[in-house]
């Protein structure tokens, strides 16, 4: 877990990260490698229209780079297709399935609802010196941005 | 946008002890996952990083979604998480996404 005190955070600039371990941490041994697919299009559509919403809802803004926005977008997308739930796709688990069924890191994640913190950089306060001045992102852009992964 | 130059390298669990543990010269890693839209910025500050300290600092990344056991042994539970390593030891962690100078005054701490 990542305790405080390994953290070099510090500064106006860090994107917050919560230090709250998971309960469903268990020791798999065996590795687990996917191939990276492209996420469907109707889930990647309901992920930015949430992402949309959301962000006037809480008056986030987007990062000033939408590369980074799009991207994750289209891991919310690709998590949704895989586990039924936008399962945050800037975090590593151990236990995928069990942790969107959990729910606590599924977007908005609790920290988010909680305290607008959002480390995957998709909703960022004025303050934050990678906030952007937009709440809107189009299809169009989403692919254009993602089209050299 | 130069294509020449040493950009940061692929790591996994297999190439971990030679280039991470082993290494003579201090080494910084960055894991990220696949779809984390923040490691995107992480990684081109460590292409940059990797060729303006070339010969002094090796630079590599790691899928965790690729590299389970590496990511649970150093107990990564979000990206991007940059490790900066001497001697085959700790010397810093970095989590979550900062701008350039972080990076470089950590790796500044280390070299110095």
């Not at chain 1, 994107?15 to 020791?27: K, N, T």
């Not at chain 1, 609802?113 to 990678?130: A, G, Q, S, V």
């Not at chain 2, 056991?69 to 539970?77: G, K, L, V």
Request: contains cysteine; hydrophobic residues 35%.
């Amino acid at each position: 877990m990542n305790s405080p005190a390994m953290t070099s955070q510090s500064s106006t600039f860090a994107v917050s990260v919560s230090s709250i371990a998971s309960p469903l941490r268990r020791r798999r041994n065996f590795p687990v490698v996917r191939a990276q697919v492209e996420p469907s299009d109707k889930s990647i559509e309901i992920m930015r229209k949430f992402s949309e919403q959301y962000a006037r809802k809480s008056g986030t803004y987007f990062c000033v780079d939408k590369g980074v926005t799009s991207v994750v977008i289209k891991g919310l997308a690709d998590h949704k297709d895989s586990l039924g739930a936008p399962l945050c796709p800037c975090r590593h688990y151990d236990d995928k399935a069990a942790e969107a069924a959990h729910g606590f890191w599924n977007c908005p994640c609790v920290p988010m609802r909680e305290r607008k913190e959002c480390h995957c950089m998709l909703f960022l306060t004025p303050d934050n010196d990678f906030a952007g001045d937009e709440q809107t992102i189009t299809l169009d852009e989403i692919k254009e941005s993602t089209s050299n992964m | 946008m130069r294509l020449c130059c040493p950009a940061a390298t692929p790591v996994n669990k297999d190439l971990w002890d030679n280039s991470i543990l082993k290494s003579e010269t201090p080494v910084i890693v960055e894991f990220y996952s696949n779809w984390c839209g923040p490691c995107r910025m992480v990684h081109r500050v460590i292409d940059e990083v990797a060729t303006e300290y070339a010969g002094r600092l090796k630079c590599f990344v790691l899928n965790t979604d690729a590299d389970k056991q590496i990511a649970e042994e150093y107990e990564i539970n979000v990206v991007p998480v940059v490790l900066l390593s001497k001697n085959g030891k700790k010397f810093d962690v970095v989590v979550g996404t900062m701008p350039k100078e972080f990076y470089v005054s950590a790796i500044e701490r280390m070299l110095n």
